[in-house]
């Protein structure tokens, strides 16, 4: 059986970095609707500062307000990783600070996504290195454990799994499975290259064409007086 609640998995397979990097620099709202408009996690977990996301998930569980196995974490994670909290979305104690996330930034890790809250906020907000968290507290965590590495976890109420595909902009954060990333890449750049030609005839002739608008009216038998 094991020790339930204290378990720490070393290794697990992560996607090919040419695969992840497919949705470097892609909106994550085109993405999102590539994935009918349901791959976010919760919008209380926002960007601290402006650095975008995207690597693959490396997941921690920790009881709420203890960051014993993000310490761990941190020496075990590998460059391109982004370590993801689950915190059981606390927000009376923070899980890091400064000196934490400057570690994870030197390691060569892709970022830190928290379901809770951090402190030494204004730090954390003028690095070039994302972390996303629900927002900052000054009380510090306490470590005595115990909680996971690279389990299965609930995060911002999606399931990620370790080596799940996470990406992030100002909007905020989506998963994805490794297995549906090339097909999906493959669409966005058609959202993104079909949304770049109705932006260029709203910039540069104010016209915007959407006769789905009237069809949908006429649908729901709406009274035009
Ligand atoms: O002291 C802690 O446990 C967390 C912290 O503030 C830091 O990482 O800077
Ligand atoms: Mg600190």
Known sequence: MGNVGCKIIKDFKRPDRKVVELFKGMPVANIDDCMNRTAAVRSDIVPMNKTPLLGTAFTV????????????????????????????????????????????????????????????????????????????????????????????????????CPGDIIVGDGDGIIVIKPEEAEELAAKTKQVMEKEAGIMDKIVNECSYVRPWVDEKLEEIGCEII
């Open 61 to 160: 569980k920790v009881p709420e307000g203890d960051n014993l196995m993000f310490h761990k974490a941190m020496d075990m994670a590998q460059p391109g990783d982004v370590i993801v909290i689950d915190a059981g979305g606390d927000v009376t104690r923070a899980i890091f600070g400064e000196l934490m996330i400057t570690y994870c930034h030197k390691r060569g890790l892709a970022g830190v996504i928290l379901d809770g809250v951090i402190r030494d906020y204004d730090e954390i907000a003028a690095m070039d290195f994302p972390v996303y968290a629900k927002g900052a507290i000054p009380n510090g965590p306490y470590k005595n454990g115990p909680g996971e590495i690279n389990t299965v976890i609930s995060f911002g109420g999606k399931v990620i």
